[in-house]
């Protein structure tokens, strides 16, 4: 029992230390959600994203060897983790685009378009299935899997988890789940009763910068990726035209 109290106690601190200084995707979806339809939407989105971080960070903790192995077949094949990492980024470029489409045409009265329509409806029924979605957007980032990866390492080097005892290591990821939701639900709780002070043009505006600040973190890390991207092993695999 103290283990699991000292495992969960553990996650929970490093999940909100390091949640609190990650401004990405997941903090603005939450802002987003919190400004547009209220601190409910803002805490499902919220509790989808940490949801995804405690499953991600239970299977590093769990499958050490199993990660090195997935992240040195992707390493082997780079076309491959290319096309994985700017899915991810043209989805999360994607979003914040529809966000600004669906501002202006409400702004001037105009019928919204198919996808947007949709796009309301999964904000509206799927607030929790939309924090997971754009959660998963952070394996785009190259320093996210192996920054998990090294949580997973420090936990069992420092003995915070028990690699025999199950129990330890569902602790620490739900205690990381939950320090990354404590944080997320203090920015959620502060939006919202910061958007009461706030007049409905300042409000149009803070939605748009939103949806331009999901552009821009997805261009941001398009270009990282691009950058660290071997094209030199990719040009070997492409035939000589």
Partial sequence: MVELTIAVLAGAGIGFLLAVPAIGPVSISVVRSSLVQGRHAGFWAAAGAATVDALLCLLMLMATGFVGTVVGFLGAHPLLSLSIQLLCVLVLIGYGIAQLRLRTSRLVGAAPTRF??????????????????????????????????????????????????????????????????????????????????????????????????????????????????????????????
């Fill in 116 to 241: 947007a329509s949709f796009l309301d409806r999964l904000q509206r029924r799927g607030h929790f299935l939309l924090g997971m979605g754009v959660a998963l957007t952070n394996l785009a980032n190259p320093a996210f899997p192996s920054s998990l990866a090294y949580l997973g390492v420090v936990a069992h080097q420092f003995q915070l988890v028990s690699a025999e005892h199950f129990g330890s290591l569902l602790g620490f990821a739900l205690g990381f789940g939950i320090g990354n939701l404590g944080w997320l639900m203090i920015l959620s709780q502060g939006v919202h009763r910061f958007r009461h002070r706030l007049s409905g043009e300042a409000l149009e505006r803070l939605y748009r910068l939103v949806g331009a600040a999901l552009i821009g973190v997805g261009t941001v890390l398009g270009i990282r990726i691009l950058a660290a991207t071997r094209w030199h092993d990719i040009l070997r695999l492409l035939p000589v035209l």
